[in-house]
């Protein structure tokens, strides 16, 4: 499993920058489980390159977490 990490400017940004977050086997599975917790497509996730750091073997299935920027 890896851990994605999208952060930075333009990053479900409001009036401050968001943050997903996302641990799956590729990017693909890591792009579904964004989209499956946000409910919609998000963009940012597609557009912008995330930092992986590879977990090794973890027994879990792809979840995703979400922070907005605030406002």
Known sequence: ?????WEGPGVLEDYS????VALAE??????????RTAGMVIDDARSHDPQVTD???V?????AWLVWGGG
Do not use: E, F, H, N
Not at 1 to 5: A, E, H, I, N, T
Not at 17 to 20: E, F, Q, S
């Open 59 to 63: 027994r879990k299935r792809p979840r």
């Open 17 to 20: 920058t968001g943050m997903i």
């Open 26 to 35: 590729s990017l693909p599975a890591a792009l579904r489980a964004v989209d």
């Open 1 to 5: 499993m890896k851990l994605y990490v």
């Open 55 to 57: 977990l090794g073997p």
